[in-house]
Structures are given as structure tokens and as C-alpha cells.
């Protein structure tokens, strides 16, 4: 085999004054890094399979762990950077692609933090939201009629999705999370008003009382796709891309198709689960047309469809196709998006800053007067009330959050949820972990974690002298940016700080 | 509603507790020969090595009679019964008792062999808290380490043997069967616990009877069938107890080896029930009605009785044997046919170390006895599977493994709550 | 009465409930790493992890309301306290004979040992130092409860 030349990424340290040996750290690890030596009458740690995932330092009772950065550096080179050595490493070890989990960590410039928000001073009162209401309520889906000519929805209500705050559960199918997962999910959604996405891959039989407040994927694989499913469910979204992958299918390995998951998705339990890269019967906007329209033949027009995409260089023009196309949802998910499972190569250099494309959808969709025909639904790296506030100032209607509710759950970002061995429970289909989420405390995570934004939402925004959330819609004179040049303020149609 | 108990030990004892869970008016009358209030059986050998004091040998409370409204009668060996009319005497002559339930709670009695019987003054049973005292006496006086005899390598005669090393004397065991605790275990784990007691220096005679003996007031020497010539100071004589019934001569009383018990615990005679090492009551394993001399049994026999006798009618489900008998250290414990070796069992072992020694017994897949010595962790999961005769045919394999769980072995029986006894 | 109860689904047999049991039985309840480094004896937990095809439960005595290790107490010692529900050991009384370790049909009361004499080792339900079972109180997965059945 000759010498690995990977080196270990992390060190662990043990602070022997504080380990009582209780092996909780040896129970803990799915990926065996400690384990307790009979000779030695100690725990001994293998650091080269440790992923910095902190099971082992959180449950330690005394404290006595610690996870480090293995501080091996190679001879400093600006260029050569010690990521790209070691993945040439890797690949010259095993011939293969690299994979990674979550999103792009890149250090792109993150334009949430470029932007500032507004708020009122003497001449225009702010709003104290405990002594006034503030409105968080949104509604997604087409406010007009497709065209005066269309004799479809000429007298029609349209179907909405009726949202307590602007802020949803982006998809994570059954597979690539655990039941455990959608379960918190679905949960929390009731509980706030809001919706759930179950991903590509159906939703398991244990969470069919939670239908109405479910969105369920119809992707390029169509796993666990049937009439029924999408007659009970709040919404339909045809999934064409994703934020972290795209141009990208998906690949469920075989060994996570257990029982559960086959009959969620509808599969033989153990095959492949291969959602191809583009949807084959596809290829102009006439098709997806074609498919929104069965889908929603299929549920009589009473259910909003949405179309997810990635954020790529051409949104706009694609936005405005899949609103021309008769979706009542656009939902655009930037390159900092999570993944259960990505090639480094593209989500590290794929696609582009949900901020600008958000700003460029809403633009052209306001130039070309079909803004109200459709809603936008940005995703991709929310990762606070604030973010959310900006999104909503920039024209979105809701966001999704994915990455997020799983910190939420537990998840502590290691990026290693290919690898089916999340010690949190959350990327994973083996039963001993997926035990480790109770549902219901992480249910309560999230509960709390919406409220607590609800409440952030709604102080900025009274700071801002306005009581509604649809008020601040697109309301770009709400933000400020600070460090931008001049095209990047220009795209995000917004004023420079001072301005 | 009148009750009568005769005898004060460990079944009566059950059977006060038993009566008052149904019957809080009642009146309950013990009437015992002993001087004590109920004290411990099992615990005169550790009040002769010292380990307890006086106070802690009684088995309940101080004021036991009192919260309970019990009138205890003691040093009282000649009470008389007449079953027809239902009367209790204290002692003959004195004032009719009337009864409506009368429990039989008297025990066992030590059965002393032939040769010791000589008025010997150095010859002591070890069954009484008077025993122990009288040998604690003896100690006293004597000064000097003492040799003593013990005749009986039983469960008492061990205790005996360790009470008298913790008070330092020079011990010597004499058994006439093929191993120590023969009634319990079988050669293997008879002889584990021979070296463990020799080790400790505790001298021990297997497959050997008291051929001669030589003294006048004082028994000084015996000699065995190996020839062996046995210096004592002192004898103890251990060599098994009998149910205690002979003294109460009824007519319509179905006796076998001990008091015949139906699944009520009530006799032959009607309102008259026996509980505890003087009854012969179903034994599980056998499926027939064995004396099942253990202080367990006692307590519950007694309090089933006890319920039942207020008006209850709980049925007995049976008992097993099970001892726990902590030797100089050495932890031993049993459970059912835990001596049986005949050719249609299944025998699964381990030693792990010299004094470490586990085996299970089994017939058709079902455990029906286990021997622990040394290590005697959740031993509590076998007494049960023996006790419920579960099929173990799907974890026979586990049943060695040091993780043993209650999950594992005790899910045959689907729905246990626990403690229905 | 009020027991601990465990909840199978989410029981991940990680032992935490274990240590914080071992140590609130320990000379230091209420300090874990005092009672693993200073305590003279080693810290014994009353209760048990059991694994079975993938799934662990962690199980302590039931308190029964007919309690076979009372009814076979040899010395009196084991009782079940008439206000609380709980089954306990009067350990001045108790001689250690460990005839309470092998009449638990579950197994649950360990042999043990303190300040050289033998004793019996059983789940108290934390009510001697703490208001909650520190079994409960500790799991990570809030996958004990206590409470009414
Ligand atoms: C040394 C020793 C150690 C033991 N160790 C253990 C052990 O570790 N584990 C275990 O399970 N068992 C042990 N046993 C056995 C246990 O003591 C008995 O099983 C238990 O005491 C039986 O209780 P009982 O109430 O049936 O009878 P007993 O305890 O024998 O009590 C009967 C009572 O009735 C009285 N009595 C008898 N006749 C009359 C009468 N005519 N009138 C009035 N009163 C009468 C007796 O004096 C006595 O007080 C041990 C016994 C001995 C002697």
C-alpha cells in the first residue's frame, strides 16, 4: 500500500486530570477514534479518523476533551495552500472525486454582512413591538392572474401558502437526513405556522398527519412521487437544482436505502438512489410548463407549485421563464447552500451569491411586471434574523432555512454527512445514531430558535418605523453597503452607506 | 375476627404483616417459646463473630407489637390446641383462647446426632439466639483459643465454622457426605469452596463420620472414619434441622415431612394454616410439595397465609431454593436444583480464576439450577428463569456473557411487572 | 408512585446516566470529577445499561410494590419506605449477605461494598442528596423520565 501521506486533521486532547475513564467518548465516536486499551487501562485516541464533529466534547461529562486544528503545517506558500496539497494527496491515494457535505466554506465575500439596515430617528417614529403589533405574516404564491386571456384562473382564487413569519424548512430528503430529522421538522413547522420541505424522496408514513404543513419535491428522480402524497401536501416544488450543486443529480449510495427509506422513496431496499443531473422529459421552459400543469391537474389547482433552482449566472432570465411558466413559487438557492453530499470541485466553484441573484430575480421580475404573478423564496445560508431582514429588503418573500435548523438539531458543521456516520443523528440512516435526536428536543430547538428570530425580526423592523413585513418587501432603501463597488451596489440595486 | 400464631419467627413475622395489609382490627396473638421478640435467624452467626450488635439482630423494630397490636406471648412451649372447638391454650390449665385462624409458624428443629447426645457440657447446637449466647459464654470463659468441631459442612455448619474463625478459634469441619453444602452444590463447587476454607485455615473433613469419641463431661476427642484424631474444646453440632410439628399431635393433621399445605397454605384442618420451614408447600421445579427451608419462603408463605387467614384468597405460586451465603469473603450463591448433575441435564460452566466459578443446569432448554461462586453479578436474572421455567433455546449462548441483561433473558416472558408473589 | 421510566426510542446507551449515578452514590454526589478522583472507593453506578439487537435501555429498580428483595431480607434491613414508595437499604442493619442480589428478578441490586463491609447497591432515586434522579436530570437525550407510570 506504501506510507499514507494524508495526515491527521485534528488532534484530540485528552486532559488526563479530568478524564475519569467513563468510555462515554468511546461510545459516542461512530467514527472509533477512542477506544479503551485493556493494557494501558486507559482510553487511548486515534485522531486520523477524528472529523472535529465535538460528540465526544460535548458529552464528556468533566470537560476533559478538546478537539485541535493538527497544527502540522506544511512550509507556508500563498499559492500552494495546505488544503491543495492535501487533496492532491487524497486523490493521488485514491483515484477518486472529493466529496464533502454542507456549503461551500470557501471565503467568498458574504454580501449579507456588506449590507446594512435602516432605522428611524425624530422624524419618523420607530415602533416598540411590545407595546404594537407587528405583522409577520406572508403569503406565498400568485397574487394575479396569469394573463387577462387566461381563462384558467380568470375568477379563481389562487392556492396560497399562509406563512406566521417569512421563514421555512428548505428540503432535506429522508436519506439524506434521518426520519428523526423530518420528524423535528415537521413538528416545529406545525407549531410555527409554517412549512417543512421533505426533499426529494417522499414523506415517511409517520408524518402523514403533518401533511398540511408539508412541501414535497417532485426532483429528477421522482422517488417517492404519487398522486396521493401530492394531494396532501401544502405545496408541490419541482426541484431543478441546488445552491451547492448545481448542474449536479444526487446519489443515495445503496447502504442507506434501508426499509424505511425504500418504502418512503418507493425503491428496492439497498439500490442506488440516482436522481439524474437534469430532469429528462425537460428542456425548455414549454416542458417544465407542461410538468407544473400535471402537477397541478394532479391537485386540482388547489396547491401552490414552486420550481427551485440554483442561483447561476443567468437567474433572472431563468426566473423569469419559470414564472412565465405558471409557477406560483420561485425558489432561488444560492451557492453558499447546504449539502448532504457534493463534489468539493463544484460546490466550492459553482454558482453564485444568493444576494445578487435575489436582487437581480426581483429586479427583472419588477421590470417585466410579473413580480406579483409569482413569489420569491431565496435559500442558501440564511443564518440569522438579520440575514432574513436583508433578504426580505431585497425583494424576497420568505427564505428557507436548511443548514440552519440542523446546527438548530445539533449539527456542529464537521461536513462530513456523506460519510452516513453522523454522530448527531441528522446525516445519518443507522439506528444507534439516528436514536441520538429526539425528535421532540429537537423539535423544541427549533421552536425556540423561529421564535427567538420572530421576535429579532420584529424589533428590527420596528426600528425601522414599519409594522408589516410585506411593507419592507423589496424595500431597497432600507439597506446600506458598505464595502462594495460601485457594479455590486449597483446589482443589489442598493445605496452606499453615507449615501 | 382472632388470630393465633404459634411461633415467632421470620413466617409469623409475614404473616402479622400479611393480616394487617387486609385486616387492620383484628386481634393478633403470637405465642412463642423463645424469650425474644422475632429476631434474625440467619443472623446468630454474625452476632457470635461480632459483626452485628445485639440490637440489630431483631427483625423488626422495637415497637413491631405494638404498631401492629400483636400480644406476644413468650417462653411458651406447651401450647395445646383443640381444633374442633377451635381453642388455644398458653400452657395447659390456663384460660381458653378462642381462635378463628390459627397459623403454624414453628420452624425447624435441629436434628442432633446420637453420639452427642450425652449431656456433654461443651456440645452446642447453633439454631437459637440462646445457642449463640450460650457458646459466646463459653468463649469467655474458656480464655483461650479454643479447638472446635463442627459436626455438619451444611449451610449452618459453615456458618458456625465462620463465626467461630472470626472469633479466632481453631476450626474443624466434619461432613459426612461427598462435598460441603452438599444439599446445594454439587463436587466442583463443593470442593472450590473446601480450598477457599482451607486456605483461609479452616480445617475440613469430607466423607467422614465421628467413629469414637473419648471424654466424660466434656466430649475431648473424636476420632473419624480416616483415622483422623480430632482435639476438641468444643462441639457444635450442625447436622440439619427437621420440620418442628411432632409436638402437636393432631389427628386430622396430614403431615409428609413437614406440615401439608394446600395452595392457600391452610391444612388438613380447617381455619389451621402452616407457613415457613414447618410447612410442606408446592415447590416449582419438582412440581411437588417440598419443605423449602429458606428465610425467603418463610416471609412469604407467612404473609400469603397471613392475607389469606383475614380473608384473602391468594394463591401460593410456589417456591424455589436460593441461597446466598457469603463465606469468609467468598461470595456463593445457588438457586434451584443447583447440586444436580443426573444425565439429562445440560451442564454450561466457566471458571475464571480459582475462585471464580459460574454453572447452569438445564432440562430441555430450561434452566432449573445455577451455582455462582465469586462473581455473582445480576445473579437475581437466573433465580427468575429458573423460577419461571423460561426456554432459554435462543440465548443459551449469552448466558455466560459477563453483560448479561434482564432484557435479554427476560423477554420470554413478555409483560413481567414484577413481584406478584 | 413516582419511578424512573425509560424511553426506548431514545435511550442511546451512552452511560452519561451512568456516571452521574456512580457519583451521587459516591462520598461527593455532587461533584462529579471529586467523586471519580478523590472518592476512596470507586464510584458505583445503581443502575444498568443493557443493549439488545441495536438498542440499549437504561434500567434501575422498579421500587415493586411487592418487592421480592424485602420479602427476602435476611436481617430486616431492606425495606420499602411506607411515605416514599422506595426501596431501600438500612445499611446499619444490613450484614451484606447479597440474599437481595439474587431475589431481584431483574437483577438490579448490585453486590457491593463500603468502608470494607459488604452491601447491597440499589437505585434510591437520588432521594437522600437531590430532588431528581441524576440519572434523569443528566440524560442527554432526555430519554429518562420520572414520574407516574
Ligand atoms: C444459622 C442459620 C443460618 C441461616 N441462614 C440462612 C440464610 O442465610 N438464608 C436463608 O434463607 N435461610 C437461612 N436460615 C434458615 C432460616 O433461618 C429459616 O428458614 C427461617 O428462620 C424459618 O423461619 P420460620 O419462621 O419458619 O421458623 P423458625 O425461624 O425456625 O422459627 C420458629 C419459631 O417457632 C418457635 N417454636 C417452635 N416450636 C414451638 C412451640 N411448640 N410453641 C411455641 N413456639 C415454638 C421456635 O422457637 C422459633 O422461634 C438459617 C438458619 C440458621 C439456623
Given at each position: 500500500m506504501g506510507i499514507n501521506l494524508v495526515m491527521q486533521e485534528y488532534e484530540v486532547l485528552r486532559n488526563e486530570a479530568k478524564c475519569i475513564g467513563c468510555k462515554i467518548c468511546v461510545n459516542q465516536c461512530a467514527n472509533n477514534v477512542h477506544r479503551w486499551d485493556e493494557d494501558w487501562q486507559m482510553i487511548i485516541s486515534d485522531d486520523k479518523y477524528c472529523v472535529n464533529c465535538h460528540r465526544c466534547v460535548v458529552f464528556c461529562p468533566t470537560g476533559a476533551l478538546s478537539i485541535r486544528k493538527n497544527a502540522n503545517d506544511f512550509t507556508f506558500n500563498a499559492n500552494w495552500e495546505n488544503r491543495h496539497i492535501k487533496n492532491i494527496y487524497r486523490q493521488a491515494q485514491s483515484g477518486g472525486v472529493l466529496l464533502t457535505g454542507m456549503g461551500n466554506d470557501r471565503p467568498y465575500p458574504v454580501y449579507w454582512d456588506k449590507m446594512v439596515l435602516n432605522a428611524s430617528q425624530v422624524t419618523n417614529p420607530s415602533i416598540d413591538p411590545l407595546r404594537e403589533p407587528i405583522?409577520?405574516?406572508?403569503?406565498?404564491?400568485?397574487?394575479?392572474?396569469?394573463?387577462?386571456k387566461d381563462e384558467v384562473f380568470k375568477d379563481d382564487i389562487f392556492p396560497w401558502l399562509e406563512l406566521d413569519l417569512p421563514v421555512m424548512f428548505s428540503a432535506m430528503s429522508f436519506g439524506s437526513v434521518s426520519l428523526n430529522v423530518h420528524k423535528a421538522l415537521a413538528r416545529a413547522a406545525e407549531t410555527m405556522g409554517t412549512y417543512w420541505n421533505a426533499g426529494e424522496g417522499g414523506v415517511h408514513a409517520d408524518l402523514k398527519k403533518?401533511?398540511?404543513?408539508?412541501?414535497?419535491?417532485?426532483?429528477?428522480?421522482r422517488f417517492g412521487v404519487n398522486?396521493?402524497?401530492?394531494?396532501?401536501?401544502?405545496?408541490?416544488?419541482?426541484?431543478?437544482?441546488?445552491?451547492?450543486?448545481?448542474?449536479?443529480?444526487?446519489?443515495?449510495?445503496?447502504?442507506?436505502?434501508?426499509?424505511?427509506v425504500a418504502d418512503t422513496r418507493m425503491i428496492p431496499v439497498g439500490s442506488d438512489a440516482i436522481s439524474p443531473a437534469p430532469h429528462h422529459d425537460i428542456y425548455s421552459i414549454e416542458d417544465l410548463k407542461q410538468l407544473i400543469f400535471a402537477i397541478k391537474e394532479?391537485?386540482?389547482?388547489?396547491?401552490?407549485?414552486?420550481?427551485?433552482?440554483?442561483?447561476?449566472?443567468?437567474?433572472?432570465?431563468?426566473?423569469?421563464?419559470?414564472?412565465?411558466?405558471?409557477?406560483?413559487?420561485?425558489?432561488?438557492?444560492?451557492?453558499?447552500?447546504?449539502?448532504?453530499?457534493?463534489?468539493?470541485?463544484?460546490?466550492?466553484?459553482?454558482?453564485?451569491?444568493?444576494?445578487?441573484?435575489?436582487?437581480?430575480?426581483?429586479?427583472?421580475?419588477?421590470?417585466?411586471?410579473?413580480?406579483?404573478?409569482?413569489?420569491?423564496?431565496?435559500?442558501?445560508?440564511?443564518?440569522?434574523?438579520?440575514?432574513?431582514?436583508?433578504?426580505?429588503?431585497?425583494?424576497?418573500?420568505?427564505?428557507?432555512?436548511g443548514t440552519a435548523a440542523l446546527i438548530a438539531l445539533g449539527c456542529h458543521m464537521c461536513q462530513k454527512c456523506y460519510t452516513g456516520k453522523c454522530n448527531w443523528g441528522i446525516a445519518t440512516q443507522d439506528p444507534k445514531l439516528v436514536k441520538r435526536l429526539n425528535p421532540e428536543i429537537g423539535a423544541r430547538k427549533l421552536v425556540n430558535l423561529l421564535t427567538a428570530w420572530q421576535h429579532e425580526i420584529k424589533e428590527m423592523l420596528g426600528g425601522m418605523g414599519i409594522n408589516a413585513i410585506e411593507s419592507l418587501r423589496g424595500n431597497r432603501l432600507m439597506l446600506r453597503g458598505i464595502g462594495l463597488n460601485k457594479k455590486e451596489l449597483e446589482i443589489l440595486g442598493i445605496k452606499a452607506a453615507g449615501e | 375476627m382472632r388470630y393465633v400464631i404459634i411461633g415467632n419467627s421470620?413466617?409469623?413475622?409475614?404473616?402479622?404483616?400479611?393480616?394487617?395489609?387486609?385486616?387492620?382490627?383484628?386481634?393478633?396473638?403470637?405465642?412463642?417459646?423463645?424469650?425474644?421478640?422475632?429476631?434474625?435467624?440467619?443472623?446468630?452467626?454474625?452476632?457470635?463473630?461480632?459483626?452485628?450488635?445485639?440490637?440489630?439482630?431483631?427483625?423488626?423494630?422495637?415497637?413491631?407489637?405494638?404498631?401492629?397490636?400483636?400480644?406476644?406471648?413468650?417462653?411458651?412451649?406447651?401450647?395445646?390446641?383443640?381444633?374442633?372447638?377451635?381453642?388455644?391454650?398458653?400452657?395447659?390449665?390456663?384460660?381458653?383462647?378462642?381462635?378463628?385462624?390459627?397459623?403454624?409458624?414453628?420452624?425447624?428443629?435441629?436434628?442432633?446426632?446420637?453420639?452427642?447426645?450425652?449431656?456433654y457440657d461443651n456440645v452446642f447446637l447453633f439454631h437459637s439466639f440462646d445457642d449463640v449466647k450460650k457458646i459466646?459464654?463459653?468463649?469467655?470463659?474458656?480464655?483461650?483459643?479454643?479447638?472446635?468441631?463442627?459436626?455438619?459442612?451444611?449451610?449452618?455448619?459453615?456458618?458456625?465454622?465462620?463465626?467461630?474463625?472470626?472469633?479466632?478459634?481453631?476450626?474443624?469441619?466434619?461432613?459426612?457426605?461427598?462435598?460441603?453444602?452438599?444439599?446445594?452444590?454439587?463436587?466442583?463447587?463443593?470442593?472450590?469452596?473446601?480450598?477457599?476454607?482451607?486456605?483461609?485455615?479452616?480445617?475440613?473433613?469430607?466423607?467422614?463420620?465421628?467413629?469414637?469419641k473419648e471424654g466424660e463431661d466434656k466430649l475431648e476427642r473424636l476420632i473419624l472414619s480416616d483415622g483422623t484424631i480430632l482435639e476438641c474444646d468444643m462441639v457444635i453440632a450442625a447436622?440439619?434441622?427437621?420440620?418442628?410439628?411432632?409436638?402437636?399431635?393432631?389427628?386430622?393433621?396430614?403431615?409428609?415431612?413437614?406440615?401439608?399445605?394446600?395452595?392457600?397454605?391452610?391444612?388438613?384442618?380447617?381455619?389451621?394454616?402452616?407457613?415457613?420451614?414447618?410447612?410442606?408447600?408446592?415447590?416449582?421445579?419438582?412440581?411437588?410439595?417440598?419443605?423449602?427451608?429458606?428465610?425467603?419462603?418463610?416471609?412469604?408463605?407467612?404473609?400469603?397465609?397471613?392475607?389469606?387467614?383475614?380473608?384473602?384468597?391468594?394463591?401460593?405460586?410456589?417456591?424455589?431454593?436460593?441461597?446466598?451465603?457469603?463465606?469468609?469473603?467468598?461470595?456463593?450463591?445457588?438457586?434451584?436444583?443447583?447440586?444436580?448433575?443426573?444425565r439429562d441435564s445440560e451442564i454450561i460452566e466457566e471458571f475464571r480464576g480459582e475462585f471464580n466459578y459460574k454453572k447452569f443446569i438445564l432440562k430441555d432448554d430450561v434452566l432449573v439450577g445455577t451455582v455462582l461462586i465469586g462473581d455473582i453479578y445480576r445473579c437475581g436474572i437466573y433465580r427468575y428463569l429458573i423460577e419461571k421455567k423460561i426456554k432459554i433455546t435462543d440465548f443459551k449462548q449469552s448466558i455466560l456473557s459477563p453483560e448479561i441483561s434482564w432484557r435479554l433473558l427476560g423477554r420470554a416472558e413478555a409483560g413481567f411487572k414484577g413481584g406478584t408473589y | 408512585m413516582k419511578k424512573v421510566y425509560v424511553i426506548e426510542d431514545f435511550c442511546i446507551?451512552?452511560?452519561?446516566?451512568?456516571?452521574?449515578?456512580?457519583?451521587?452514590?459516591?462520598?461527593?454526589?455532587?461533584?462529579?470529577?471529586?467523586?471519580?478522583?478523590?472518592?476512596?472507593?470507586?464510584?458505583?453506578?445503581?443502575?444498568?445499561?443493557?443493549?439488545?439487537?441495536?438498542?440499549?435501555?437504561?434500567?434501575?429498580?422498579?421500587?415493586?410494590?411487592?418487592?421480592?428483595?424485602?420479602?427476602?431480607?435476611?436481617?430486616?434491613?431492606?425495606?420499602?419506605?411506607?411515605?416514599?414508595?422506595?426501596?431501600?437499604?438500612?445499611?446499619?442493619?444490613?450484614?451484606?449477605?447479597?440474599?437481595?442480589?439474587?431475589?431481584?428478578?431483574?437483577?438490579?441490586?448490585?453486590?457491593?461494598?463500603?468502608?470494607?463491609?459488604?452491601?447491597?447497591?440499589k437505585c434510591d432515586l437520588c432521594k437522600d442528596s437531590f430532588d431528581m434522579p441524576q440519572c434523569v436530570e443528566h440524560c442527554p437525550n432526555e430519554a429518562l423520565r420520572y414520574g407516574e407510570e
Amino acid at each position: 500500500m506504501g506510507i499514507n501521506l494524508v495526515m491527521q486533521e485534528y488532534e484530540v486532547l485528552r486532559n488526563e486530570a479530568k478524564c475519569i475513564g467513563c468510555k462515554i467518548c468511546v461510545n459516542q465516536c461512530a467514527n472509533n477514534v477512542h477506544r479503551w486499551d485493556e493494557d494501558w487501562q486507559m482510553i487511548i485516541s486515534d485522531d486520523k479518523y477524528c472529523v472535529n464533529c465535538h460528540r465526544c466534547v460535548v458529552f464528556c461529562p468533566t470537560g476533559a476533551l478538546s478537539i485541535r486544528k493538527n497544527a502540522n503545517d506544511f512550509t507556508f506558500n500563498a499559492n500552494w495552500e495546505n488544503r491543495h496539497i492535501k487533496n492532491i494527496y487524497r486523490q493521488a491515494q485514491s483515484g477518486g472525486v472529493l466529496l464533502t457535505g454542507m456549503g461551500n466554506d470557501r471565503p467568498y465575500p458574504v454580501y449579507w454582512d456588506k449590507m446594512v439596515l435602516n432605522a428611524s430617528q425624530v422624524t419618523n417614529p420607530s415602533i416598540d413591538p411590545l407595546r404594537e403589533p407587528i405583522e409577520l405574516k406572508v403569503f406565498l404564491g400568485r397574487k394575479s392572474a396569469l394573463n387577462e386571456k387566461d381563462e384558467v384562473f380568470k375568477d379563481d382564487i389562487f392556492p396560497w401558502l399562509e406563512l406566521d413569519l417569512p421563514v421555512m424548512f428548505s428540503a432535506m430528503s429522508f436519506g439524506s437526513v434521518s426520519l428523526n430529522v423530518h420528524k423535528a421538522l415537521a413538528r416545529a413547522a406545525e407549531t410555527m405556522g409554517t412549512y417543512w420541505n421533505a426533499g426529494e424522496g417522499g414523506v415517511h408514513a409517520d408524518l402523514k398527519k403533518s401533511m398540511n404543513h408539508t412541501i414535497v419535491q417532485v426532483a429528477s428522480g421522482r422517488f417517492g412521487v404519487n398522486p396521493a402524497m401530492l394531494k396532501e401536501a401544502a405545496a408541490v416544488e419541482i426541484k431543478i437544482g441546488q445552491g451547492a450543486k448545481p448542474g449536479i443529480g444526487g446519489h443515495l449510495p445503496g447502504e442507506k436505502v434501508g426499509q424505511e427509506v425504500a418504502d418512503t422513496r418507493m425503491i428496492p431496499v439497498g439500490s442506488d438512489a440516482i436522481s439524474p443531473a437534469p430532469h429528462h422529459d425537460i428542456y425548455s421552459i414549454e416542458d417544465l410548463k407542461q410538468l407544473i400543469f400535471a402537477i397541478k391537474e394532479a391537485t386540482d389547482y388547489k396547491k401552490p407549485v414552486a420550481v427551485k433552482v440554483a442561483a447561476v449566472h443567468n437567474i433572472a432570465a431563468i426566473a423569469s421563464g419559470i414564472a412565465r411558466a405558471g409557477a406560483d413559487i420561485i425558489v432561488i438557492d444560492g451557492f453558499r447552500g447546504g449539502t448532504g453530499a457534493a463534489p468539493q470541485a463544484i460546490r466550492d466553484n459553482v454558482g453564485i451569491p444568493i444576494e445578487f441573484a435575489l436582487a437581480a430575480v426581483d429586479q427583472r421580475l419588477r421590470e417585466e411586471g410579473i413580480r406579483n404573478e409569482v413569489s420569491i423564496v431565496v435559500a442558501g445560508s440564511i443564518r440569522n434574523s438579520s440575514d432574513i431582514v436583508k433578504a426580505v429588503a431585497l425583494g424576497a418573500d420568505a427564505v428557507y432555512i436548511g443548514t440552519a435548523a440542523l446546527i438548530a438539531l445539533g449539527c456542529h458543521m464537521c461536513q462530513k454527512c456523506y460519510t452516513g456516520k453522523c454522530n448527531w443523528g441528522i446525516a445519518t440512516q443507522d439506528p444507534k445514531l439516528v436514536k441520538r435526536l429526539n425528535p421532540e428536543i429537537g423539535a423544541r430547538k427549533l421552536v425556540n430558535l423561529l421564535t427567538a428570530w420572530q421576535h429579532e425580526i420584529k424589533e428590527m423592523l420596528g426600528g425601522m418605523g414599519i409594522n408589516a413585513i410585506e411593507s419592507l418587501r423589496g424595500n431597497r432603501l432600507m439597506l446600506r453597503g458598505i464595502g462594495l463597488n460601485k457594479k455590486e451596489l449597483e446589482i443589489l440595486g442598493i445605496k452606499a452607506a453615507g449615501e | 375476627m382472632r388470630y393465633v400464631i404459634i411461633g415467632n419467627s421470620t413466617a409469623a413475622i409475614g404473616a402479622v404483616e400479611g393480616i394487617r395489609e387486609i385486616d387492620k382490627q383484628g386481634e393478633i396473638i403470637i405465642i412463642s417459646d423463645e424469650v425474644y421478640e422475632a429476631y434474625s435467624r440467619p443472623l446468630i452467626s454474625y452476632y457470635l463473630s461480632g459483626k452485628i450488635i445485639e440490637k440489630n439482630i431483631y427483625y423488626r423494630d422495637k415497637n413491631f407489637y405494638v404498631q401492629n397490636g400483636v400480644a406476644l406471648h413468650t417462653g411458651q412451649s406447651n401450647v395445646q390446641i383443640n381444633p374442633e372447638t377451635k381453642i388455644v391454650w398458653i400452657e395447659p390449665g390456663s384460660e381458653q383462647i378462642h381462635y378463628d385462624k390459627l397459623l403454624i409458624a414453628t420452624g425447624g428443629k435441629p436434628v442432633v446426632p446420637d453420639f452427642l447426645n450425652g449431656g456433654y457440657d461443651n456440645v452446642f447446637l447453633f439454631h437459637s439466639f440462646d445457642d449463640v449466647k450460650k457458646i459466646d459464654d463459653f468463649l469467655k470463659k474458656a480464655g483461650k483459643r479454643q479447638n472446635v468441631a463442627i459436626i455438619g459442612g451444611g449451610l449452618v455448619g459453615l456458618k458456625a465454622a465462620e463465626s467461630m474463625f472470626f472469633r479466632g478459634q481453631d476450626v474443624a469441619v466434619v461432613e459426612a457426605g461427598d462435598c460441603l453444602l452438599n444439599s446445594i452444590l454439587d463436587l466442583k463447587a463443593g470442593n472450590i469452596v473446601e480450598n477457599y476454607l482451607k486456605r483461609r485455615g479452616i480445617s475440613i473433613f469430607i466423607q467422614n463420620i465421628v467413629e469414637e469419641k473419648e471424654g466424660e463431661d466434656k466430649l475431648e476427642r473424636l476420632i473419624l472414619s480416616d483415622g483422623t484424631i480430632l482435639e476438641c474444646d468444643m462441639v457444635i453440632a450442625a447436622a440439619g434441622i427437621k420440620p418442628n410439628y411432632a409436638w402437636l399431635n393432631l389427628k386430622n393433621l396430614k403431615v409428609d415431612k413437614g406440615i401439608l399445605v394446600d395452595e392457600y397454605l391452610q391444612t388438613s384442618i380447617d381455619g389451621i394454616y402452616a407457613a415457613g420451614d414447618v410447612a410442606q408447600a408446592y415447590e416449582i421445579i419438582s412440581g411437588e410439595k417440598k419443605v423449602v427451608p429458606i428465610l425467603p419462603n418463610a416471609y412469604i408463605q407467612g404473609r400469603i397465609a397471613g392475607a389469606n387467614m383475614a380473608g384473602e384468597n391468594v394463591r401460593y405460586r410456589g417456591s424455589i431454593a436460593f441461597n446466598s451465603i457469603p463465606l469468609l469473603g467468598l461470595n456463593i450463591v445457588t438457586a434451584g436444583l443447583s447440586n444436580c448433575d443426573d444425565r439429562d441435564s445440560e451442564i454450561i460452566e466457566e471458571f475464571r480464576g480459582e475462585f471464580n466459578y459460574k454453572k447452569f443446569i438445564l432440562k430441555d432448554d430450561v434452566l432449573v439450577g445455577t451455582v455462582l461462586i465469586g462473581d455473582i453479578y445480576r445473579c437475581g436474572i437466573y433465580r427468575y428463569l429458573i423460577e419461571k421455567k423460561i426456554k432459554i433455546t435462543d440465548f443459551k449462548q449469552s448466558i455466560l456473557s459477563p453483560e448479561i441483561s434482564w432484557r435479554l433473558l427476560g423477554r420470554a416472558e413478555a409483560g413481567f411487572k414484577g413481584g406478584t408473589y | 408512585m413516582k419511578k424512573v421510566y425509560v424511553i426506548e426510542d431514545f435511550c442511546i446507551g451512552c452511560g452519561t446516566c451512568m456516571v452521574y449515578c456512580a457519583a451521587a452514590h459516591s462520598e461527593y454526589p455532587k461533584d462529579l470529577l471529586k467523586a471519580f478522583k478523590l472518592s476512596s472507593l470507586k464510584p458505583v453506578p445503581r443502575l444498568f445499561i443493557e443493549e439488545e439487537e441495536g438498542n440499549s435501555y437504561s434500567l434501575m429498580c422498579r421500587h415493586c410494590d411487592e418487592p421480592l428483595c424485602v420479602y427476602s431480607c435476611i436481617s430486616g434491613a431492606m425495606f420499602k419506605d411506607n411515605r416514599t414508595g422506595v426501596v431501600k437499604v438500612d445499611k446499619e442493619r444490613c450484614v451484606g449477605c447479597f440474599t437481595c442480589v439474587i431475589a431481584c428478578p431483574y437483577g438490579f441490586i448490585r453486590e457491593g461494598s463500603e468502608n470494607g463491609r459488604s452491601l447491597p447497591l440499589k437505585c434510591d432515586l437520588c432521594k437522600d442528596s437531590f430532588d431528581m434522579p441524576q440519572c434523569v436530570e443528566h440524560c442527554p437525550n432526555e430519554a429518562l423520565r420520572y414520574g407516574e407510570e
